[in-house]
């Protein structure tokens, strides 16, 4: 049996769902691999040590570089905010190491785009974490369209709303700061819808975007009397046109308030209508233009044993899965790639559309017209 030595960079709630990602793996799917929690790398030696032993890594250290030179070290693990993820993964490409990055890839399309190349030229393993496209339902949809089932997709109507930051009280953080987070709403969720329209619906041809930073200033934590000024979007839509000649329109915002997971979507094809709530996540809504007008209706499909991965966590239909099920999945993902060089739909050339994707809706904005990503 193989071991795959972990070396994971941040210890925040992402760090600790993919710990948890990690530990249950074989337990639901087994795999000819033990996967050995190594080293943890957090800000300084406390935080690191406090942090590997909460989760149980053998190892920590204050100093991100030094995971990625680590001999022992065989898969990097990005938890850290968006501004490190470029020189984090170049550093580990060079050292020949698999990598694992959160979402958005990098703050701009260039930097995705130099990590593709240096990925590719290494021929090292990506992974990228929208885990929500790991969600069996999400699969499911894939499936339903790719099969005709609901005939020649027509349309994409899509959207990610939360409302982390609805309230203008909520101190300013590095999310509001372009330096450090990249886009705002777009890259942080609205990232996740424009992935799961591209794997719907494919490559998206042109575009025409509007962008809104609703609540410009927040109040500096510890220090009330003071104002900072929010340094990109809150909110955005877009009007897409697909290469295949299908319609959509997508919607982001982090201030839609009462929206926790607001992640949903629905196709439209020619014969029928399939849609998909992330807040109901073991679930989706199926339209087919068949039997007599008077019976025809959406029916809610509860995910079951006979749908994709489901069964690997339980052989009774409706009992439903939860947000770590999603990241168990993706490590599943990562093992089979390392392993067996099995493809992953959601390596770094597909998060470098999204990228392309985002940037592309700020040139909308900005140009207000449409635009080629």
Same mark, same amino acid.
């Given at each position: ?13 992402? &760090?600790?769902?993919?710990? @948890? ?10 795999? !000819? ?15 690191? +040590? ?12 204050? %100093?991100?570089? #030094?995971?990625?030179? %680590?001999? #022992?070290?065989?898969?990097? %693990? @990005? ?15 060079? #050292? ?31 992974? /990228?974490?929208? $885990?929500?496209?790991?969600? !069996? ?13 609901? &005939?020649? !997709? ?13 309230? !203008? ?12 987070? =990249? ?26 975007? %509007? ?20 340094? $990109? ?25 009462? *929206? ?23 679930? @989706? ?5 068949? &039997?007599?007008?008077?019976? +025809? &209706? ?5 995910? =079951? ?26 490590? *599943?993902?990562? /093992?089979?790639?390392?392993?067996? =060089? #099995?493809?992953?739909? $959601? ?8 990228? +392309?994707? @985002? ?15």
């Amino acid at each position: 049996m193989r071991t795959l030595n972990i070396g994971l960079v941040g210890s925040g709630f992402m &760090g600790k769902a993919h710990t @948890i990602a990690y530990r249950a793996l074989p337990g639901v799917f087994p795999r !000819p691999v033990r996967l050995q929690l190594e080293l943890l790398a957090d800000q300084g030696e406390a935080r690191a +040590r406090e942090a590997a032993e909460r989760l149980g890594f053998a190892r920590w250290t204050g %100093d991100w570089r #030094a995971l990625v030179s %680590d001999p #022992a070290v065989d898969v990097v %693990d @990005i938890c850290a905010p968006n501004h490190l993820h470029r020189e984090m993964a170049l550093a580990a490409i060079a #050292a020949g190491k698999a990598v694992y990055c959160e979402k958005p890839l990098a703050l701009s399309a260039a930097d995705a785009a130099e990590m593709v190349d240096a990925a590719e030229r290494a021929g090292v393993t990506t992974l /990228v974490g929208f $885990n929500y496209a790991c969600n !069996p339902a999400a699969a499911l949809v894939r499936e339903i369209v790719a099969g005709g089932e609901i &005939g020649e !997709p027509l349309h994409f109507r899509g959207a990610h709303n939360e409302d982390y930051l609805a309230d !203008p009280q909520t101190p300013f953080n590095w999310r509001c700061e372009r330096a450090l987070a =990249g886009s705002g709403a777009l890259g942080d969720i609205g990232a996740h819808i424009l992935h799961a329209a591209l794997g719907v619906m494919g490559p998206v041809a042109e575009l025409c975007a %509007d962008l809104r930073t609703v609540i410009p200033e927040r109040p500096v934590a510890g220090d009330p009397g003071r104002r900072r000024a929010v340094e $990109n979007e809150d909110q955005a839509s877009a009007l897409l046109r697909f290469a295949s000649g299908a319609t959509g329109s997508i919607e982001t915002s982090r201030v839609a308030a009462g *929206r926790k997971l607001g992640l949903a979507y629905e196709i439209t094809g020619s014969r029928g209508c399939v849609r998909f709530d992330q807040e109901r996540m073991s679930e @989706i809504q199926l339209y087919l233009a068949d &039997g007599p007008p008077s019976r +025809r &209706g959406f029916r809610t499909v509860l995910l =079951g044993p006979e749908h994709p991965d489901y069964a690997a966590f339980s052989p009774a239909p409706g009992h439903g899965l939860g947000f770590n099920d999603m990241k168990i999945v993706e490590a *599943r993902d990562l /093992v089979d790639a390392v392993l067996d =060089g #099995a493809p992953v739909a $959601n390596d770094f050339r597909g998060a470098w559309a999204v990228n +392309r994707l @985002i940037e592309a809706m700020e040139r909308s904005h900005a140009a207000r017209g449409w635009v080629a990503p």
